[in-house]
T-cell receptor, first 114, second 109 residues
Framework: DVKVTQSSRYLVKRTGEKVFLECVQD?????MFWYRQDPGLGLRLIYF???????EKGDIPEGYSVSREKKERFSLILESASTNQTSMYLC?????????????FGPGTRLTVL | LAKTTQPISMDSYEGQEVNITCSHN???????ITWYQQFPSQGPRFIIQ???TKVTNEVASLFIPADRKSSTLSLPRVSLSDTAVYYC??????????FGKGTKLSVIP
């Protein structure tokens, strides 16, 4: 089974802190994604990476950056956390050779910024 | 990106067939229709994908009419464990999935 793991299920940080959210997948997938999910807004794409050291902005990249130094790991960075970044963060991965546009999601990290 | 519209919520009794319809009026020729399921406190999970006519797998069926402006996800004989949010997506390219607000399905005993 494909497994996508995220470093924390719950995280509490203070305004202005630098926050790292880590995501690891074990299926050698080329593509990786970061979403945030908020009530009433559904899932929104923050950044994605189609290969190592590659990154593309999604729909809401402001206030975030990403790093993909190794194929299996995709990190989301909040340079200076703010209260409006309190959210559920979901990581996903996908094989670029799959005939289906199937993304495999991790369990999510619920981040609270105080 | 083609926008999708689906009901916000639906209720069904156990054992019934549930049909969730999604409209996507400006779907493009190369777009696929994909459905995901999400349980509380979990990430979404791929259910089914189709281009036209009918697709069936062990979980659901997907019906797509000839004009492809809508699609219907059919869940046979639902159980309490099918209570979840169901997302209809139109996949425009290789990378980006755009999730709407989904349909919250509540299965009643």
């Amino acid at each position: 089974d494909v497994k996508v793991t995220q470093s924390s299920r719950y995280l509490v940080k203070r305004t202005g802190e630098k926050v790292f959210l880590e995501c690891v997948q074990d299926m050698d997938h080329e593509n990786m994604f970061w979403y945030r999910q908020d009530p009433g807004l559904g899932l929104r794409l923050i950044y994605f990476s189609y290969d190592v050291k590659m990154k593309e902005k999604g729909d809401i990249p402001e206030g975030y950056s990403v790093s993909r130094e190794k194929k299996e790991r995709f990190s989301l960075i909040l340079e200076s956390a703010s209260t409006n970044q309190t959210s559920m963060y979901l990581c996903a991965s996908r094989s670029s050779t799959s005939s289906y546009n199937e993304q495999f999601f991790g369990p999510g990290t619920r981040l609270t910024v105080l | 990106l083609a926008k999708t519209t689906q009901p916000i919520s639906m209720d069904s009794y156990e054992g019934q067939e549930v049909n969730i319809t999604c409209s996507h009026n400006n779907i493009a020729t190369n777009d696929y229709i994909t459905w995901y399921q999400q349980f509380p406190s979990q990430g979404p999970r791929f259910i089914i994908q189709g281009y036209k006519t009918k697709v069936t797998n062990e979980v659901a069926s997907l019906f797509i009419p000839a004009d492809r402006k809508s699609s219907t996800l059919s869940l046979p004989r639902v159980s309490l464990s099918d209570t979840a949010v169901y997302y209809c997506l139109v996949v425009a390219g290789s990378y980006q999935l755009t999730f709407g607000k989904g349909t919250k399905l509540s299965v009643i005993p």
